[in-house]
């Protein structure tokens, strides 16, 4: 258990609809981290946020966004939904923002969009 | 923007063989070298980090990756697998300076008994 929670972990849905995926990060970790895992894109880092302020952007597309609360849980949100978005959507904590230490992931969350 | 490559995305080994995964990145700087492992339905764990010092690195269960700067390469060891080593592993990066992992493809060990 990598003390990083990921909710939901699977999910199904249909092309043009929205969902959120959610994530709380380990105890004390500041920075959230989105990646997302496909067969033909292998891991593609999304968005980073730092203590509630994004510090860095990836391959994230505009129907996408994220945000994290002062609670320090982020969410993933993804919008007008495409069959190519069928992914599994990684969360990742680390403890702080500077060039240290390694990223601790959780299980992910399984998207099907049909 | 900084790129990681592994050569192989599938191996295919019987137990007690040994095994090196290759990676390679593409930029010329100071970089922290990562191999994360995914065992079938689980988190990616880290196997071991290079940040600085001796460029041979150990990690946990007997993996080993030498970090050659020259050829921008951080090839993951390991003498003898056992099935249980079965997973996916990926190579990441970090350029120092900047806070985001780049991970390769991935490589697909299966260790038959």
């Known amino acids: 258990d990598s003390g990083v929670t990921q909710t939901p972990k699977h999910l199904i849905t249909a092309t043009g609809q929205r969902v959120t995926l959610r994530c709380s990060p380990r105890s004390g970790d500041l920075s959230v981290y989105w990646y997302q895992q496909s067969l033909d894109q292998g891991l593609q880092f999304l968005i980073q946020y730092y203590n509630g302020e994004e510090r860095a952007k990836g391959n994230i597309l505009e129907r996408f966004s994220a945000q994290q609360f002062p609670d320090l849980h982020s969410e993933l949100n993804l919008s007008s939904l495409e069959l190519g978005d069928s992914a599994l959507y990684f969360c990742?904590?680390?403890?702080?923002?500077?060039?240290?230490?390694?990223?601790?992931f959780g299980e992910g969350s399984r998207l099907t969009v049909l | 923007a900084q790129s990681v490559s592994q050569h192989n995305h599938h191996v295919i080994l019987s137990e007690a063989a040994s095994l090196e995964l290759g990676c390679n990145y593409s930029?010329?700087?100071?970089?922290?070298l990562f191999w994360y492992v995914q065992y079938p339905g689980q988190h990616l764990q880290l196997l071991l980090k290079y940040f600085s010092g001796d460029p041979l690195v150990k990690g946990i269960k007997g993996f080993e990756a030498e970090f050659i700067k020259s050829k921008f390469s951080f090839n993951l060891r390991k003498p003898s697998v056992q099935w249980s080593d079965t997973a996916e592993y990926f190579c990441?990066?970090?350029?120092?300076?900047?806070?985001?992992?780049?991970f390769g493809k991935g490589t697909m060990l299966l260790v038959s008994p």
């Open positions: 990441a990066v970090k350029d120092s300076g900047y806070s985001t992992l780049t």
């Open positions: 930029y010329g700087g100071t970089v922290n």
């Open positions: 990742a904590s680390r403890r702080d923002s500077l060039n240290t230490g390694e990223l601790f």
